[in-house]
């Protein structure tokens, strides 16, 4: 399972069917689970901890120092979680001791091939990042979201669950659940209908979804008004929540 021309440290704690390529390097403080594979030329370090049924194809570089002129050497950690694909010449960052000291990659998601996430990202599960997608430090991306290809987040953006992005897109605020978002600087245009089909939600939550981000971008409101009356939709429509907890929590303002 682990080729000969691969370079193990002996403090790294590796599953017993963990398979390593040729010419990769696992460093002291790596963890591996079970059933996860390691491409060729792949570089593993920090204290990283990688989960069960990766795999992590070739050129990729994970748990490397941040790109942070404050980074002082710092014991900081990169976890990455189950069942996620990560393809060629990746690059995940470890955290650094200003944010919470990790950054984190969920389970079952989809990295396409140069994908760059900075110190203290927060990926959730089942997201896909086409290729080139770029995340400065601090991003939070949650669940079911698509990046297009080359979409680039500006540090401390928060993208909600479900969103997509078009090809291309500059995100320097927030983007809402549910939310379609493209251009340079990214800005609204509907939601993700067909995806929320596709992952089980009923036609009238996605109605409901649609009379929301008419609320939100449509209706001449403040933010603050629309808040307040996505809140008294959600009384009938659960999924509205998400979107009323994700405004409450927006520093950076939301795209409009």
Not at 34 to 48: C, D, Y
Request: charged residues 20%.
């Amino acid at each position: 399972m682990l080729h000969p021309t691969a370079i193990i440290h002996p403090g790294a704690k590796l599953a017993d069917d963990v398979e390593v390529g040729p010419y990769s390097i696992i460093g002291e403080h790596v963890e591996i689970g079970a059933g996860t594979v390691v491409g060729p030329h792949v570089v593993i370090g920090g204290h990283t901890r990688i989960g069960r049924h990766n795999r992590i194809f070739q050129f990729s570089s994970l748990g490397e120092i941040p790109q942070d002129k404050k980074y002082a050497g710092e014991p900081t950690r990169l976890e990455i979680g189950d069942h996620n694909i990560i393809r060629e010449f990746c690059t995940f960052n470890l955290g650094t001791a200003q944010d919470v000291g990790v950054t984190r990659v969920g389970d079952h998601n989809w990295i396409m091939a140069y994908v760059h996430l900075a110190h203290d990202c927060q990926i959730g599960n089942r997201t896909i990042f086409a290729n080139n997608a770029q995340l400065a430090g601090h991003v939070v991306v949650d669940d079911y979201a698509i990046l297009g290809g080359f979409t680039g987040v500006h540090q401390f953006c928060q993208i909600g669950a479900h969103v997509m992005t078009g090809v291309g897109t500059v995100v320097l605020q927030d983007i809402p659940p549910y939310v379609t978002a493209s251009g340079n600087p990214a800005a609204p245009h509907g939601i993700n209908s067909e995806g929320l089909k596709r992952r089980g939600f009923s036609s009238g939550a996605v109605m409901a979804v649609k009379r929301a981000y008419k609320t939100l971008y449509k209706a001449g409101l403040s933010l603050e008004q629309a808040k307040e009356t996505i809140l008294e939709q959600a009384d009938t429509h659960h999924e509205l929540h998400a979107l009323v907890d994700f405004l409450s929590r927006s520093e950076r303002g939301i795209v409009r």
